[in-house]
């Protein structure tokens, strides 16, 4: 299996930045898809963004499009995704998820990653 260790959650005003880090042990990310959802007390979980790590091909939710920037560095196994502008309404837990190697689509949907992270916390205030 692959083990994911996130960090980088915190408090911010609207309007802030923060970065949160995803790191893999066990496995590396390679023939993989990454990536982030997100999930609100009383809400279901949605996709945030993913990342293709054989070319580094990105996808992002609408709602975050142009204010979040997903991320790689092969050499650390890390993931990235920086969140500017931020939202109270992106106050939610953030989790890291991956896929088994060589997925078939569907990165967008949560049953296609089989590892997932803790979650960090996320909180916006206004």
């Known amino acids: 299996q692959v083990q994911l260790v996130e960090s980088g959650g915190g408090l911010v005003q609207a309007g802030g930045s923060l970065r949160l880090s995803c790191a893999a042990s066990?496995?590396?990310?390679?023939?993989?898809?990454v990536g982030w959802f997100r999930q609100a007390p009383g809400k279901e979980r949605e996709f945030v963004a993913a990342?293709?790590?054989?070319?580094?091909?990105?996808y992002y939710a609408d709602d975050v499009k142009g204010r979040f920037t997903i991320s790689r560095d092969n050499a650390k196994n890390t993931m990235y995704l920086q969140m500017s502008s931020l939202q109270p309404e992106d106050t939610a837990g953030y989790y890291c998820?991956?896929?088994?190697?060589?997925?078939?689509?569907?990165?967008?949907?949560?049953?296609?990653?089989?590892?997932w992270g803790q979650g960090t916390q996320v909180t916006v205030s206004s």
């Open positions: 990342i293709r790590w054989s070319d580094s091909s990105t």
């Open positions: 998820a991956a896929t088994t190697p060589y997925p078939s689509g569907g990165y967008y949907y949560s049953g296609e990653y089989a590892y």
């Open positions: 066990g496995r590396t990310f390679s023939s993989r898809t």
